[in-house]
Every structure is written in C-alpha cells, then in structure tokens.
C-alpha cells in the first residue's frame, strides 16, 4: 500500500516570492504522481500529474513539480507566487496496477501569500 | 458545462435524521467516488464506483451507504447520522477506474450533524 506526506500543513509567504511545498510518498510499485489545488470554497482541481517521460512537469500558472524516483519526492515549487495562489495543494499518488479506488491524498499543504 | 453537481451545498441536520447528499455528472465518466475532508486529515474516501451496479468502500466506509443504479448519479446516504460526521463532502468522477485518469471534484457539501 502507498501512503504520502506532505511536510508541511502551512506556508505563509510573500507576494513574489518563491514557494516550495513539499511531498513524499512510500510504494512498493511504481505510481502516478498529482497535485491538485483547492481554492477557497471551491473543489479540488487538477494543477499537474506525472505519468511517465520527463521527470519535471508544468501547470499553466507556472507551478512545476519533479519526480525524483530516488527521493521519492514529487515537491512542488514556483519562483514567483501571486495572492490568487492562496490555496490549499493536495498531493495525491496512485499506483500503476491499480485503479482510482487505490489514490491516496496527502493531508494538504496550506499556501497564504502575502501582499 | 462538464461539471459533477452536488446537492445540498450546505445541511444542518440532528442525530439520527436520514439523509441523502446527491452527487450527479454529466460527463458519462465511469468512475464515482465519495470523500470527506477533514480539518488535519485531508481527503478520506467514503465509497467509490467503479461502473453501474459496482460499489466498493474505500477508507472509512462506517456510517455511511451508497448505490450506483445509473451511470450519471451516485447518491452518499447517511442512514442514522451522528456528529462525528460533521464534515465537508466531495463528490468526484473520472472518465475511468485508472490511477491515471483525472478527478473532476464537485464543489463540496458541508454537512452539520447537531
């Protein structure tokens, strides 16, 4: 069974300053890796997945995130944050052999710019 | 508009009254799930689906049923609520049961249990 941890519960921060939230995972098998952000009163979107290939992938809003194997770390950083990034990021992994029914989320990360 | 519809968006309710949180998606996806989330805890998945008819539970199933008699609703029934499941509630769905599809979440139901 996976499991993820996401290190921090919150992260203050300065409006144009750069973030970095933290995420690990434990699997036996290899997994698909995602973020998703929930805006205030909203659901969770999707802001980027790892499934295969290039080990860095990108969101449209300048989020990025590595895949470093063996870290097992999927952090995700942006060198510039906006106050409309005030969110809270989940970490999410699920395996290949699996299905949905095996995606774990992290407990979330709480992101507060400040102007 | 491809979207998952959850309704109500807020219920105040007391012990031990039955009631039904609808979760609806007009996406034709296959996959359903139900979570909560919880101050500290994060996302807990409740039951999910993997197609009509297919139910199983996921992480903290106790208190809670659910059914899957049409593709499109996936309805989360508390039977005999109790406080401890005072708790904002997700419904998603996904095109299908791989880990590697995407969840698109419903905009969340916060649920009081007096």
């Known amino acids: 069974a996976q499991s993820v941890t996401q290190l921090d519960s919150q992260v203050p921060v300065f409006e144009e300053a750069p973030v970095e939230l933290r995420c690990n995972y434990s699997s036996s098998v290899s997994v698909y890796l995602f973020w998703y952000v929930q805006y205030p009163n909203q659901g969770l979107q999707l802001l980027l997945k790892?499934?295969?290939?290039?080990?860095l992938v990108e969101s449209i809003n300048g989020f990025e995130a590595e895949f470093n194997k063996s870290q097992t770390s999927f952090h995700l950083r942006k060198p510039s944050v906006h106050i409309s990034d005030t969110a809270e990021y989940f970490c999410?992994?699920?395996?290949?052999?699996?299905?949905?029914?095996?995606?774990?989320f992290g407990k979330g990360t709480k992101l507060s710019v400040k102007p | 508009e491809a979207q998952v519809t959850q309704n109500p968006r807020y219920l105040i309710t007391v012990t031990g009254k039955k009631l039904t949180v609808t979760c609806s998606q007009n996406?034709?996806?296959?996959?359903m799930s139900w979570y909560r989330q919880d101050p500290g805890l994060g996302l807990r998945q409740i039951y999910y689906s993997m197609n009509v008819e297919v139910t199983d539970k996921g992480d903290v199933p106790e208190g809670y049923k659910v059914s899957r008699k049409e593709k499109r609703n996936f309805p989360l029934i508390l039977e005999s609520p109790s406080p401890n499941q005072t708790s904002l509630y997700f419904c998603?769905?996904?095109?299908?049961?791989?880990?590697?599809?995407?969840?698109?979440f419903g905009a969340g139901s916060r649920l009081t249990v007096l």
């Open positions: 996406m034709n996806h296959e996959y």
């Open positions: 999410a992994v699920s395996d290949l052999r699996g299905s949905q029914g095996n995606l774990i």
């Open positions: 790892y499934l295969s290939g290039s080990t």
């Open positions: 998603a769905s996904s095109d299908s049961p791989s880990g590697a599809n995407v969840l698109t």
